[in-house]
Each structure stands twice: as C-alpha cells, then as structure tokens.
Nanobody
Framework: QVQLVESGGGLVQAGGSLRLSCAAS????????MGWYRQEPGKQRELVAT???????NYADPVKGRFTISRDNAKNTAYLQMNSLEPEDTAVYFC?????????????????WGQGTQVIVSS
C-alpha cells in the first residue's frame, strides 16, 4: 500500500506565500506523474498543477505565474510553492500520484490521493 502525506497548509494573508509538501511512502518501484488538486466546499476538485517524473510541468490558468510545482525523486516528494496568494486560492489541497508498486507487481501504475491540507487566504 502507498501513502501520500501532505503538509504545509495553513492561514496566510493575501499576497503571502505557502509551500506544500507531499511525501509518498510504501513499496514503490517508481512514481510517474504527481500533481496537486484543490477543492472548495460544495465544488468539484480541480487541477492545480502536475509534474512528470522527468520534470515536465502543467498548470491551471488561475495559478500560472504564481505557483510552482517541483519534485525530489530521491525523496519521493512533491512540492507546491504558492506565491501571491489570493482569497480565491482558499481550498483543501490534495496530492495525487501514479505509483508503480513493487508488490503485487503488475508493472502498471495505481493512482493515489493524499488526505488533503487546508489553505486559507484572508483578505
């Protein structure tokens, strides 16, 4: 079984910054894509940013130029640096990863979610 544990959320004033971390653990052979999503109460979960194992990134339009996704493959960890935060960024942020597990070996990736971390941006 694979676990994704997010950290780094909290309360920040508009214009401030936060850095989220997502650490993956378990019997992993490799981690393919990793990503961050967010969800506001009563709304659907939406993409924030993704990063491939090779470092190719993709961002949702509302966060382009303000957020940066990165990963440390040696630590099985993804990060989301969030700058110039706005009240509209308030949400629960979830980490997502496609993981090829050692056991049972299938050679295929399974998709996992973290438990989420709350980000609140005050105006």
């Amino acid at each position: 079984q694979v676990q994704l544990v997010e950290s780094g959320g909290g309360l920040v004033q508009a214009g401030g910054s936060l850095r989220l971390s997502c650490a993956a653990s378990g019997r992993m052979f490799s981690i393919n894509n990793m990503g961050w999503y967010r969800q506001e109460p009563g709304k659907q979960r939406e993409l924030v940013a993704t990063i491939t194992s090779g470092g190719t990134t993709n961002y949702a339009d509302p966060v382009k130029g303000r957020f940066t996704i990165s990963r440390d493959n040696a630590k099985n960890t993804a990060y989301l640096q969030m700058n110039s935060l706005e009240p509209e960024d308030t949400a629960v942020y979830f980490c997502n990863a496609d993981v090829v597990e050692l056991r049972p070996w299938t050679g295929r990736a399974n998709n996992y979610w973290g438990q989420g971390t709350q980000v609140i941006v005050s105006s």
